[in-house]
């Protein structure tokens, strides 16, 4: 069957989704709330000065990832959309300098054989390093104690915590070094209220069939070059939602941009959908029918738009809160200390430290494609720039302490504790004369909660819309966060035998 389809939300999730069905002969609309196409998946730009040949300063604009800038290898379902978006030439590694972890010990570089933070290989030099002696020896007892405890939970179904299971396989001190810092950070959770199986599918079954929970990340990581977990594209991420848009275009999509779904309704019981659509200043524009809908929205937009058609399902005032959020702070510095890379391609910070943000990327380190565009060389092919870098912090924890910076924090503040942060975590001296440009991106609702009420919430609109026909829900509060997954719940969602 097709007909018209109405997808609602254009990040990478409702861009792909408009692409398959109109693959499979569906006429579709697809409207995003904003003037920016891509979603969490889109570029910012930032002016630099650059000095051209004559000596003269120009401004250079440097094309910069808003937000996703690398994806899981794991699962084929990106390289493939890479691929079909004819981007595959064009996918790189992040360069082989390994990163970081900042904990209240300091910085130590972050094993390269692990899954969120978790070691796979107890005799690698980068563990013995991590850890204490003591604690290298306490986390050798995952080795050889029986893993019947949690056998039988996973037998029951029941649910385990990352915490649970790394503190009594592998000893408290793996999990504050070495797993806080990786699951804060990617997940913006902690450990001690996340599922396993939401943030490592499959590890608590690995664990149990190896007898070990560090064999158990050794067998799923199993085949992966160590450290190479993540791939970019050549230019950036926001190339491929880029490309999605073009290919829509040219495929005769209707992509609308800056209107925004306000309420839905359907014309008779399972009858076709209405859309009141409105544009950025909250005025009802126009109405839309469509046969069906796909809603690629976040949750709590999910649950506002839901809500009113579900009868009694869903209380319209029950829904899930908007989360923390994240403030990302980019700078572009001028700084000769950070040529040498001197935390690989960055750090992940345990909460309990100095520092405020919670991750840093060292990008002009992490990509040689975007070395060489700061770089800017001359006609010899010298760098012009040689000092010059790119910085990525990051703000806003889940349940963070009173007066934690973060989504909410002015750009002063954020950008001043970017430069302090930089300098604590890289160990290079840096001053705000230092820093050539700056911005701040803010992202409210990109980063799903992956427990307690606002999870509970999002979980019971799933289980409701899977009964409702002509209704499909994707995303990242659907799928799991990351590219990698939201890419392959989509696939799985919008295929042929669902319509
Ligand atoms: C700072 C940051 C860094 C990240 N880095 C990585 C990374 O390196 N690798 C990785 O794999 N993942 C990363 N992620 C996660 C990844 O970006 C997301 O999981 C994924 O892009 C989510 O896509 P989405 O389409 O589900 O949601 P979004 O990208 O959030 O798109 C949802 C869209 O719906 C629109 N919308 C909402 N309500 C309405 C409405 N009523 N009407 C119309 N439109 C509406 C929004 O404006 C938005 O554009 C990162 C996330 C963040 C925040």
Redesign the pocket.
């Known amino acids: 069957m097709s007909g018209s389809a109405l997808v609602?939300?254009?990040?990478?999730?409702?861009l792909l989704a408009a692409r398959r069905l109109n693959q499979q002969g569906w006429e579709v609309t697809l409207?995003?709330?904003?003037s920016?196409l891509?979603?969490?998946?889109s570029a910012r730009f930032l002016d630099v000065p650059s000095v051209s040949d004559s000596g003269a300063v120009e401004r250079q604009t440097l094309e910069l990832d808003g937000?996703?800038?690398?994806?899981?290898v794991r699962g084929a379902a990106v390289r493939a959309l890479v691929d079909e978006l004819g981007l595959g030439d064009d996918v790189v590694s992040p360069e082989p300098l390994g990163s970081w972890l900042h904990g209240p010990a300091g910085a130590v570089p972050a094993p390269r054989v692990g899954l969120v933070g978790i070691p796979g290989d107890l005799d690698a030099p980068d563990v013995a390093a991590a850890l204490s002696p003591d604690g290298l020896e306490r986390a050798r007892r995952d080795l050889t104690e029986p893993m019947d405890r949690w056998a039988a939970a996973r037998a029951a179904g029941d649910p385990v915590t990352v915490a649970a299971l790394v503190a009594d396989r592998l000893g408290d001190e793996v999990l504050e070094r070495l797993v806080v810092p990786v699951v804060g950070g990617v997940h913006s959770a902690d450990p001690a209220v996340v599922d396993v199986e939401r943030v490592a599918p499959g590890l608590l079954a690995a664990a149990v069939e190896q007898g070990s929970l560090a064999r158990g990340v050794a067998a799923l990581r199993g085949g992966q070059t160590p450290g190479a977990a993540?791939a970019g594209v050549d230019g950036g991420?926001a190339k491929v939602s880029g490309r999605l848009v073009q290919a829509l275009r040219e495929d005769g999509v209707t992509v609308l941009r800056g209107?925004?779904?306000?309420a839905l309704s359907r014309l008779g019981a399972d009858g076709r959908w209405w859309a009141q659509i409105s544009d950025r200043d909250e005025e009802v524009v126009r109405g839309l029918e469509a046969d069906r809908v796909v809603l690629?929205?976040?949750g709590v937009?999910a649950w506002a738009?839901l809500a009113p058609v579900s009868g009694d399902a869903l209380d319209p005032g029950a829904g899930p809160a908007l989360g923390e959020g994240?403030a990302?702070a980019t700078l572009v510095v001028e700084a000769p200390g950070l040529d040498a890379a001197p935390r690989g391609t960055g750090l992940l910070v345990a909460p309990g430290t100095d520092v405020r943000a919670k991750a840093l990327t060292h990008s002009t380190a992490k990509w040689a494609w975007l070395r060489s565009v700061v770089d800017r060389p001359d006609e010899s092919g010298a760098p012009r720039h040689p000092h010059r870098h790119v910085l990525r912090l990051?703000y806003g924890r889940h349940g963070g302490a009173a007066g934690a910076l973060g989504f909410r924090s002015a750009d002063e503040d954020l950008l001043a504790a970017a430069v302090a942060d930089a300098e604590a975590l890289t160990g290079v001296e840096l001053s705000a004369d230092d820093v050539l440009a700056s911005t701040v991106?803010r992202?409210r609702?990109?980063?799903p909660p992956q427990h307690g009420p606002d999870r509970e919430a999002m979980d019971r609109l799933i289980a409701w819309a899977q009964d409702v026909p002509g209704l499909d829900l994707?995303?990242?509060?659907v799928h799991g966060?990351?590219?990698?997954?939201?890419v392959a719940g989509v696939e799985r969602t919008v295929a042929p035998a669902a319509a």
């Open positions: 609602v939300g254009g990040g990478i999730a409702g409207a995003e709330a904003t920016v891509g979603g969490t998946l937000g996703a800038e690398s994806f899981a993540v991420m209107v925004r779904v306000a690629a929205v976040d937009a738009l994240v990302l990051s991106t992202w609702r990109s980063i994707v995303g990242s509060w966060t990351g590219l990698a997954a939201v």
